[in-house]
């Protein structure tokens, strides 16, 4: 599907994702980030993505996130690169932890922030307002391969509010 934006939607991605057409787009802020907000809110609040590589093969990836308050994702460390996040609007938690699932470092960022986390530690965001942002890493993205998910990862609703709930006092107690 074909955007006035000139972005394809990619049909396979596990959150819903648009690259741009135009190797030489600019992203304005009126354009792609009202975009971002407006495709969310009439589709269920979902998380959103515009990728500015070329595919999902491409060596280096760059994307502009918009994500809801309070969503929840799984910690996870990459094998080959770490994550860059450079907010845009709103704030982002950020949490690194120790192999057993001990917070080691958190922080939040807000606009005009950038935070790296280190390739091969576990980390994870969290948005604590609706959050825009440029997320960039090195590609080529292999989802069996690139993203390792340990095992004391909440699963279950009440886990998850439990470990979210750690989360946020982390921050208040830094």
Known sequence: MKSKL??????KAKSKSFY??????KIDKKKHINFLKH?????SDCDIRICIHESPKSIHHD???????????TPHK???????????EGKLACFLFDSKGKITYSCVLKKNEIFKT?????HVTSP??????????TGKFDPKKNSLFPIWSPKSHDE?????DKMMKSIRNA
């Open 6 to 11: 000139d972005l394809w939607e990619d049909k």
């Open 20 to 25: 741009v057409n135009n190797p030489y787009l």
């Open 39 to 43: 495709y969310s809110k009439n589709n």
């Open 63 to 73: 994307m502009i996130l918009y994500q809801k308050k309070g969503n929840f994702y």
């Open 78 to 88: 990459h094998t080959h690169c770490g994550d860059t996040y450079h907010v845009i």
């Open 118 to 122: 280190p390739k091969k530690v576990y």
């Open 128 to 137: 604590m307002t609706d959050v825009v942002y440029h997320e960039s890493k």
């Open 160 to 164: 998850i509010k439990m470990f979210k």
